[in-house]
């Protein structure tokens, strides 16, 4: 018995990401600003996170397209 359908576990991860790129971005996930984020953290710290995600998130895109490739 699969508790998650599998369609539903990108949903979340993507969802989840765009939420922490948002929160890098010195923003709320409504787009509202944050009030604790100035802009010498988002040219910094918010930068290299955001490449993070990037990074994490074209990972995550392989490893599903390799496994489509694989059941095709």
């Known amino acids: 018995m699969e508790l998650v359908p599998p ?6 991860f993507y969802t989840i990401m765009l939420w ?12 509202k600003p944050r009030q604790q984020v100035d802009e010498s953290w988002k040219a910094t710290t918010g930068r290299t996170l955001r490449r993070a995600i990037i990074i994490i998130s074209g990972a995550y895109t392989a490893l599903l397209l390799l496994q489509l490739r694989a059941t095709l």
């Not at 369609?7 to 979340?12: D, G, M, T, V």
């Open 7 to 12: 369609w539903l576990l990108p949903l979340i």
């Open 20 to 31: 922490f790129y948002r929160l890098t971005e010195g923003k709320t996930v409504l787009g």
